[in-house]
Protein backbone atom coordinates (compact mmCIF):
# COMPACT_ATOMS: atom_id res chain seq x y z
CA UNK A 1 0.00 0.00 0.00
CA UNK A 2 1.43 3.54 -1.13
CA UNK A 3 2.05 6.26 1.55
CA UNK A 4 -1.27 8.61 1.56
CA UNK A 5 -1.24 12.35 2.14
CA UNK A 6 -5.40 12.38 1.85
CA UNK A 7 -5.58 9.26 4.72
CA UNK A 8 -3.06 11.66 6.56
CA UNK A 9 -4.99 14.15 6.25
CA UNK A 10 -8.09 12.53 7.75
CA UNK A 11 -6.96 11.55 11.07
CA UNK A 12 -5.44 14.99 11.33
CA UNK A 13 -9.08 16.42 10.31
CA UNK A 14 -10.35 14.13 13.49
CA UNK A 15 -7.87 15.81 15.94
CA UNK A 16 -8.61 19.66 14.57
CA UNK A 17 -12.53 18.90 14.65
CA UNK A 18 -11.89 17.51 18.61
CA UNK A 19 -9.54 21.20 19.21
CA UNK A 20 -12.14 23.16 17.35
CA UNK A 21 -14.83 21.88 19.70
CA UNK A 22 -12.99 22.20 22.92
CA UNK A 23 -11.97 25.20 24.14
CA UNK A 24 -9.72 23.65 27.20
CA UNK A 25 -7.36 22.29 24.68
CA UNK A 26 -6.74 24.98 22.82
CA UNK A 27 -5.93 27.65 25.98
CA UNK A 28 -3.83 24.57 26.78
CA UNK A 29 -1.55 24.78 23.86
CA UNK A 30 -0.81 28.42 24.04
CA UNK A 31 -0.76 28.23 28.19
CA UNK A 32 2.48 26.24 29.25
CA UNK A 33 4.99 28.35 27.52
CA UNK A 34 3.68 31.35 28.52
CA UNK A 35 3.53 30.09 32.05
CA UNK A 36 6.97 29.38 31.66
CA UNK A 37 8.56 32.44 29.90
CA UNK A 38 6.43 34.89 32.92
CA UNK A 39 8.02 32.64 35.71
CA UNK A 40 11.55 32.36 34.90
CA UNK A 41 11.42 36.09 34.06
CA UNK A 42 10.93 37.01 37.30
CA UNK A 43 13.03 34.61 38.88
CA UNK A 44 15.97 36.07 36.88
CA UNK A 45 15.34 39.26 37.23
CA UNK A 46 14.61 38.99 41.04
CA UNK A 47 18.37 37.22 41.58
CA UNK A 48 19.92 39.25 38.89
CA UNK A 49 18.76 42.62 41.40
CA UNK A 50 19.84 40.66 44.63
CA UNK A 51 22.93 39.03 44.43
CA UNK A 52 22.98 38.69 47.99
CA UNK A 53 20.21 35.74 48.19
CA UNK A 54 22.23 33.17 45.74
CA UNK A 55 24.27 32.34 48.54
CA UNK A 56 21.44 31.16 50.47
CA UNK A 57 19.27 30.09 47.31
CA UNK A 58 19.56 26.33 47.76
CA UNK A 59 18.09 25.57 50.98
CA UNK A 60 15.28 28.30 50.38
CA UNK A 61 14.80 27.19 46.78
CA UNK A 62 14.25 23.49 48.10
CA UNK A 63 11.74 24.29 50.44
CA UNK A 64 9.75 26.15 48.46
CA UNK A 65 9.60 23.39 45.66
CA UNK A 66 8.82 21.22 48.25
CA UNK A 67 6.43 23.46 49.89
CA UNK A 68 4.80 24.08 46.19
CA UNK A 69 4.36 20.36 45.50
CA UNK A 70 1.95 20.06 48.34
CA UNK A 71 -0.05 22.55 46.71
CA UNK A 72 0.09 20.72 43.93
CA UNK A 73 -0.20 17.48 44.59
CA UNK A 74 -3.50 18.65 46.76
CA UNK A 75 -5.29 19.92 44.06
CA UNK A 76 -4.21 16.65 42.29
CA UNK A 77 -6.01 14.66 44.85
CA UNK A 78 -8.96 16.19 44.31
CA UNK A 79 -9.41 16.86 41.01
CA UNK A 80 -7.79 13.10 39.81
CA UNK A 81 -9.83 11.04 42.01
CA UNK A 82 -13.05 12.76 41.26
CA UNK A 83 -12.42 12.49 37.41
CA UNK A 84 -11.14 8.69 37.90
CA UNK A 85 -14.49 8.27 38.70
CA UNK A 86 -15.92 9.85 35.87
CA UNK A 87 -13.38 7.99 33.68
CA UNK A 88 -14.64 4.57 35.41
CA UNK A 89 -18.08 5.93 34.29
CA UNK A 90 -19.08 5.20 38.35
CA UNK A 91 -20.15 8.68 39.27
CA UNK A 92 -23.99 7.44 38.75
CA UNK A 93 -23.80 4.65 40.47
CA UNK A 94 -22.15 6.54 43.17
CA UNK A 95 -24.75 8.96 43.43
CA UNK A 96 -27.76 5.85 43.17
CA UNK A 97 -26.69 4.46 46.62
CA UNK A 98 -27.30 6.38 50.10
CA UNK A 99 -23.62 8.80 49.67
CA UNK A 100 -24.41 12.15 50.11
CA UNK A 101 -22.39 14.79 47.91
CA UNK A 102 -20.66 16.44 51.23
CA UNK A 103 -19.20 12.90 52.06
CA UNK A 104 -18.03 12.45 48.68
CA UNK A 105 -16.36 16.01 48.83
CA UNK A 106 -14.56 14.66 52.38
CA UNK A 107 -13.72 11.35 50.67
CA UNK A 108 -11.66 13.63 48.07
CA UNK A 109 -10.16 15.89 50.96
CA UNK A 110 -9.06 12.52 52.48
CA UNK A 111 -7.39 11.22 49.43
CA UNK A 112 -6.34 14.21 48.73
CA UNK A 113 -4.14 14.09 51.88
CA UNK A 114 -3.03 10.80 51.70
CA UNK A 115 -1.65 11.20 48.15
CA UNK A 116 -0.04 14.47 49.18
CA UNK A 117 1.85 12.77 51.80
CA UNK A 118 3.05 9.57 49.77
CA UNK A 119 4.26 12.10 46.66
CA UNK A 120 6.12 14.46 49.17
CA UNK A 121 7.79 12.50 51.78
CA UNK A 122 9.94 10.11 50.17
CA UNK A 123 11.48 13.75 48.44
CA UNK A 124 11.41 15.11 51.72
CA UNK A 125 13.80 13.20 52.63
CA UNK A 126 16.16 12.29 49.81
CA UNK A 127 16.65 16.40 50.31
CA UNK A 128 19.11 16.17 53.17
CA UNK A 129 21.71 13.38 51.70
CA UNK A 130 21.65 15.14 48.15
CA UNK A 131 21.58 18.69 48.80
CA UNK A 132 22.20 18.62 52.60
CA UNK A 133 18.12 21.02 53.01
CA UNK A 134 16.40 19.67 56.02
CA UNK A 135 12.85 20.81 55.03
CA UNK A 136 11.60 20.06 58.43
CA UNK A 137 14.36 22.29 60.01
CA UNK A 138 11.12 24.91 59.67
CA UNK A 139 9.91 23.47 62.47
CA UNK A 140 6.32 23.75 63.61
CA UNK A 141 5.66 26.71 61.13
CA UNK A 142 5.57 23.59 58.65
CA UNK A 143 2.55 21.99 59.58
CA UNK A 144 0.88 25.58 59.34
CA UNK A 145 2.42 25.82 55.48
CA UNK A 146 1.48 22.51 54.84
CA UNK A 147 -2.33 22.83 56.57
CA UNK A 148 -2.96 26.06 54.13
CA UNK A 149 -1.18 24.82 51.14
CA UNK A 150 -3.56 21.66 51.39
CA UNK A 151 -6.76 23.73 52.20
CA UNK A 152 -6.00 25.70 48.88
CA UNK A 153 -5.33 22.64 47.21
CA UNK A 154 -8.39 21.25 47.90
CA UNK A 155 -10.19 24.67 47.21
CA UNK A 156 -8.90 24.87 43.66
CA UNK A 157 -9.27 20.71 43.23
CA UNK A 158 -13.30 21.43 44.00
CA UNK A 159 -13.34 23.96 41.53
CA UNK A 160 -11.58 22.20 38.80
CA UNK A 161 -14.22 18.56 39.53
CA UNK A 162 -16.82 21.02 39.52
CA UNK A 163 -15.91 22.64 35.91
CA UNK A 164 -15.34 19.12 34.87
CA UNK A 165 -18.51 18.07 35.82
CA UNK A 166 -20.07 20.94 33.81
CA UNK A 167 -18.40 21.09 30.49
CA UNK A 168 -16.97 17.65 30.76
CA UNK A 169 -13.85 15.84 30.31
CA UNK A 170 -12.71 17.89 27.63
CA UNK A 171 -11.75 20.41 30.24
CA UNK A 172 -9.59 17.64 32.18
CA UNK A 173 -6.80 19.50 31.76
CA UNK A 174 -7.88 22.41 33.46
CA UNK A 175 -6.25 20.55 36.75
CA UNK A 176 -2.91 21.23 35.65
CA UNK A 177 -3.50 24.67 33.91
CA UNK A 178 -5.35 26.06 36.96
CA UNK A 179 -2.55 25.23 39.57
CA UNK A 180 0.23 26.95 37.05
CA UNK A 181 -1.75 29.89 36.20
CA UNK A 182 -0.99 30.92 39.84
CA UNK A 183 2.84 30.04 40.29
CA UNK A 184 4.33 33.56 38.78
CA UNK A 185 1.89 35.46 41.18
CA UNK A 186 2.29 32.89 44.59
CA UNK A 187 5.87 34.49 44.95
CA UNK A 188 7.51 30.87 45.40
CA UNK A 189 10.81 31.97 44.44
CA UNK A 190 11.07 35.48 45.17
CA UNK A 191 9.23 37.82 47.64
CA UNK A 192 5.87 39.73 46.07
CA UNK A 193 7.40 42.98 46.06
CA UNK A 194 9.49 41.81 43.06
CA UNK A 195 6.20 41.51 40.78
CA UNK A 196 4.88 44.33 38.89
CA UNK A 197 3.26 47.34 41.31
CA UNK A 198 -0.31 46.40 39.05
CA UNK A 199 0.10 42.25 40.10
CA UNK A 200 1.08 42.73 43.80
CA UNK A 201 -3.07 43.13 44.66
CA UNK A 202 -4.01 39.87 42.86
CA UNK A 203 -0.47 38.19 44.32
CA UNK A 204 -1.77 39.28 47.88
CA UNK A 205 -5.22 37.72 47.12
CA UNK A 206 -4.00 33.98 47.51
CA UNK A 207 -3.50 32.26 50.34
CA UNK A 208 -0.22 30.89 48.73
CA UNK A 209 1.67 33.92 49.05
CA UNK A 210 1.54 34.50 52.27
CA UNK A 211 2.80 31.09 53.29
CA UNK A 212 6.05 31.69 50.68
CA UNK A 213 6.14 35.27 52.68
CA UNK A 214 5.99 33.31 55.67
CA UNK A 215 8.70 30.77 55.00
CA UNK A 216 11.06 33.39 53.83
CA UNK A 217 10.47 35.08 57.10
CA UNK A 218 11.20 31.83 59.29
CA UNK A 219 14.25 30.83 56.72
CA UNK A 220 15.95 34.70 56.90
CA UNK A 221 14.59 35.85 59.74
CA UNK A 222 14.10 33.16 61.77
CA UNK A 223 10.49 35.04 62.76
CA UNK A 224 7.04 33.25 62.24
CA UNK A 225 4.67 36.16 60.81
CA UNK A 226 1.33 35.75 62.88
CA UNK A 227 -0.30 38.42 60.18
CA UNK A 228 0.76 36.43 57.26
CA UNK A 229 -0.58 33.20 59.23
CA UNK A 230 -4.21 35.15 59.54
CA UNK A 231 -4.10 36.72 56.07
CA UNK A 232 -3.93 32.91 54.69
CA UNK A 233 -6.41 31.55 57.15
CA UNK A 234 -8.87 34.20 56.17
CA UNK A 235 -8.30 33.51 52.57
CA UNK A 236 -8.63 30.13 52.69
CA UNK A 237 -11.93 29.99 54.53
CA UNK A 238 -13.91 32.27 52.27
CA UNK A 239 -12.37 30.13 48.96
CA UNK A 240 -13.43 26.40 50.65
CA UNK A 241 -16.40 27.62 51.43
CA UNK A 242 -17.31 29.26 47.75
CA UNK A 243 -15.53 26.46 46.23
CA UNK A 244 -17.31 23.55 48.26
CA UNK A 245 -20.90 25.49 48.01
CA UNK A 246 -20.28 25.48 44.42
CA UNK A 247 -19.32 22.06 43.72
CA UNK A 248 -22.22 21.00 45.34
CA UNK A 249 -24.97 22.87 43.24
CA UNK A 250 -22.91 21.47 40.35
CA UNK A 251 -23.49 17.95 41.62
CA UNK A 252 -27.53 18.60 42.10
CA UNK A 253 -28.12 20.37 38.75
CA UNK A 254 -26.50 17.44 37.54
CA UNK A 255 -28.11 15.04 39.47
CA UNK A 256 -31.59 16.32 38.49
CA UNK A 257 -31.00 16.73 34.87
CA UNK A 258 -29.49 13.16 34.46
CA UNK A 259 -26.14 14.15 33.36
CA UNK A 260 -24.03 11.54 35.79
CA UNK A 261 -25.46 9.26 33.61
CA UNK A 262 -23.49 10.64 29.90
CA UNK A 263 -20.03 11.22 31.77
CA UNK A 264 -17.26 8.57 31.06
CA UNK A 265 -13.85 8.13 28.57
Same mark, same amino acid.
Given at each position: ??????????????????????? #??????????????????????????????? %????????????????????????????? +? +????????????????????? %? %???????????????????????????????? !????????????????????????????????????????????????????????????????? /??? #??????????????DQVF? /?????? %???LNLV??????? !???????????? !????????
Amino acid at each position: MTFSWRRVWAVMLRHLYVLRSSW #PRLLELAYWPVVQMVLWGFITTFFVQHSSWV %AQATGVLISAVLLWDVLFRANLGVSLTFM +E +EMWARNLAQLFVSPLRPSEMV %A %ALAAMSLLRTIISILPASLLALPLFDVWVFAL !GPPLLAFFAHLMVMGWAIGLMVSALVLRFGLGAESLAWVAIFAIAPLSGIYYPVASLPQWLQPYA /WAL #PSTYVFEGMRAVLFDQVFR /WDLFWG %ATGLNLVYLAATGA !GFLYIVHVARRR !GLLLHQGE
